[in-house]
T-cell receptor, first 118, second 114 residues
């Protein structure tokens, strides 16, 4: 099984500050994708950002950026200018190789609960 | 925005009863997943389909769970008979064949078996 590790069960950040959520992974796949999802208290899973393993540049999406270090097998999520609405559980995920497809099943970490305080 | 639609949103049932959860994937998405989320186990893959064909259902208790895609617009997950340990949130997700756009999750079905 492929292991996704999120070492921070909980993180706290003050509004308007930046925060980094850590994610490391195990893989021997030659090609893969890394994903971050947000799960607010309402329960839905919201896709935030994607990084392909062969992408030369780190992915960015608005206030979200992904600090991808392939050799270290890490894909940390950086949220800039935190907002109260960013308080949620954040999951890192990686897709597995699947019969030549780059879109196999997702393996999830256990998540990091982010709390943004005023 | 296109959505993955799951029904019902909530289900409370008695142990031993049959439970059927339904999912309508986004039109054009050919990969459909069923995940289960619990506090203890986190997000676990139960089964997934590509072009309606089952690719992996190794995460599913075969004696009581079954997953099908009778057509491209409907995926079902059935539990028979249900047990209290099946209480969880069940998510359906869909995605296109090769993309960096991520998978889209439904709102989930919160199942409580008493």
């Amino acid at each position: 099984a492929q292991k996704i590790t999120q070492t921070q069960p909980g993180m706290f950040v003050q509004e308007k500050e930046a925060v980094t959520l850590d994610c490391t992974y195990d893989t021997s796949d030659p090609s893969y994708g890394l994903f971050w999802y947000k799960q607010p208290s309402s329960g839905e899973m919201i896709f935030l950002i994607y990084q392909g393993s062969y992408d030369q540049q780190n992915a960015t999406e608005g206030r979200y950026s992904l600090n991808f270090q392939k050799a270290r097998k890490s894909a940390n999520l950086v949220i800039s200018a935190s907002q109260l609405g960013d308080s949620a559980m954040y999951f890192c995920a990686k897709n597995g190789a699947d019969r030549g497809s780059t879109l196999g099943r997702l393996y999830f970490g256990r998540g990091t609960q982010l709390t943004v305080w005023p | 925005d296109a959505r993955v639609t799951q029904t019902p949103r909530h289900k409370v049932t008695e142990m031993g009863q049959e439970v059927t959860m339904r999912c309508q994937p986004i039109l054009g998405h050919n990969t459909v997943f069923w995940y289960r989320q619990t506090m203890m186990q986190g997000l676990e893959l139960l089964a997934y389909f590509r072009n309606r064909a089952p690719l992996d259902d190794s995460g599913m208790p075969k004696d009581r769970f079954s997953a099908e895609m009778p057509d491209a617009t409907l995926a079902t997950l059935k539990i028979q008979p249900s047990e209290p340990r099946d209480s969880a949130v069940y998510f359906c997700a869909s995605g296109p064949y090769a993309t960096g756009d991520g998978y889209t999750f439904g709102s989930g079905t919160r199942l409580t078996v008493v």
